[in-house]
């Protein structure tokens, strides 16, 4: 199997590595079209779980930071133009 990726006949290990997660997920992306589908009723109790909810928070809390620190970036950038 290995041979047909690459045109070793032995893998390195960080070869091997990068073969194996390749080749998982793979069988994961099988797993998950064969599974596909939620339901309606099991989407809204995932996205209503308090952990979600948690998650989203701190990722807009993430993000906000995020744009404060670019915009001051730019500011700092537009004040070096300027001299």
Known sequence: MFRLLTNRKRPLFIEWFFFV????SYFFFI????????THYEDVKRAASSDTIDYL??????LENRVKYLENIIDIEYLNKEQ
Not at 21 to 24: A, P, T, Y
Not at 31 to 38: F, G, Q, V
Not at 57 to 62: G, I, L, S
Request: proline residues 0%; glycine residues 0%.
């Open 57 to 62: 928070n701190a990722r807009v809390k993430a």
């Open 21 to 24: 997660k390749k080749l998982l």
């Open 31 to 38: 797993y998950l079209r064969k599974n596909k589908t939620m």
